[in-house]
């Protein structure tokens, strides 16, 4: 049963315009989520987070945006770069398994000059 | 400061055979954890060492696999015998206990793994 779900596997946008990822899951006791990027032949590297005390956290051009009740979170990007083309891995972690993540399967984003 | 580290970067080994991954953490982190990635899928937990201890191995697939962290520093992950299915990349991440609720995790490059 997978508990953190990216269901577009990938993505394209135009430089200079807004990127939206998104991400459901369904553990109600996640209470912190992440978002990471990963490059071709590198480790994933944390991005952004939220607390579930939370519903909106920004930082530069990144803004993830959580809804409790529908479980569903947001990664926007403005203004998209070329070189955020990288995969985008969303991330849960509470409950019981302190420290454990949980993933989605990530999805692919391409921005075309 | 050094990153995580891994070695072997890649491995092909052939079914039945035994391989051992390393993971060098950042030094002072005393969590350390092992996830796998197979076939472009999510990364999925293995295990959480809190020092030299086992905090959490529910991801652990099945008795095939081993890992240990002696001393509290690096970690080895042997499989053994290796099966086809155990392909896959190989990440281990390592985070400072800071007391919140949760302390960010910083990943290595990865192990890529071939079992044919």
């Known amino acids: 049963d997978q508990q953190v779900k990216q269901n577009s596997p990938s993505l394209s946008v135009q430089e200079g315009r807004i990127s939206i990822l998104n991400c459901d899951y369904t553990?109600?006791?996640?209470?912190?989520f992440l978002w990471y990027k990963k490059y071709p032949a590198e480790g994933p590297t944390f991005l952004i987070s939220i607390s579930s005390i939370k519903d909106k956290n920004e930082d530069g051009r990144f803004t993830v945006f959580l809804n409790k009740s529908a479980k569903h979170l947001s990664l926007h990007i403005v203004p998209s770069q070329p070189g955020d083309s990288a995969v985008y891995f969303c991330a849960a972690s509470g409950g019981t398994s302190y420290g454990k993540l949980t993933f989605g399967q990530g999805t692919i984003l391409t921005v075309h000059p | 400061e050094a990153g995580v580290t891994q070695f072997p970067s890649h491995s092909v080994i052939e079914k039945g055979q035994t391989v051992t991954l390393r993971c060098d953490p950042i030094?002072?982190?005393?969590?350390l954890y092992w996830y796998r990635r197979v076939m472009g899928k999510e990364i999925k937990f293995l295990l959480h060492f809190v020092k030299e201890s086992k905090q959490d191995e529910s991801g652990m697939p099945n008795n095939r696999f081993l890992a240990e962290r002696t001393g509290g520093t690096y970690s080895t992950l042997k499989v053994q015998p290796a099966e086809l299915e155990d392909s896959g990349v190989y990440f281990c991440?390592?985070?400072?206990?800071?007391?919140?609720?949760?302390?960010?995790?910083?990943f290595g490059p990865g192990t890529r793994l071939t079992v044919l």
């Open positions: 030094s002072g982190h005393d969590n």
């Open positions: 553990n109600s006791m996640f209470d912190y």
């Open positions: 991440a390592s985070s400072q206990d800071r007391g919140l609720s949760y302390n960010e995790q910083f």
